[in-house]
């Protein structure tokens, strides 16, 4: 029911910045609680950051606080992760994912997802 695009994804230097955007088509979109998620090769799929409806409450994983970003518009119905401070370990193909009330920091609470999006930190 609902779709999610990804872009912004690319190869940049470690310490370099990166935004990804994730829009959404559908009705509800600002009731959606909006993850990210990456997967590199060979590993699962880890949760990186979540926000609520209205933006108000964010949540993230231990490896990217301090570095990353998530936020919203509600009215472009888009999701953005904004990347800082890059480091090689980053380097994974990164998902949008959207979810009901329950979303959580497990991929499995999600309904919809993305494409990905694949961002690449040389070091």
């Known amino acids: 029911q609902v779709q999610l695009v990804e872009s912004g994804g690319g190869l940049v230097q470690a310490g370099d910045s990166l935004r990804l955007s994730c829009v959404a088509s559908?009705?509800?979109?600002?009731?959606?609680?909006m993850g990210w998620f990456r997967q590199a090769p060979g590993k699962e799929r880890e949760f990186v950051a979540r926000?609520?409806?209205?933006?108000?409450?964010?949540y993230y994983a231990d490896s990217v606080k301090g570095r990353f970003t998530i936020s919203r518009d509600n009215a472009k119905n888009t999701v953005f992760l904004q990347m800082d401070s890059l480091k090689a370990e980053d380097t994974a193909v990164y998902y949008c994912?959207?979810?009901?009330?329950?979303?959580?920091?497990?991929?499995?609470?999600?309904?919809?997802w993305g494409q990905g999006t694949q961002v690449t930190v040389s070091s």
């Open positions: 926000l609520t409806g209205r933006g108000t409450y964010k």
């Open positions: 994912a959207a979810a009901g009330s329950t979303g959580s920091s497990s991929p499995e609470s999600y309904m919809y």
């Open positions: 559908g009705d509800g979109f600002p009731f959606l609680i």
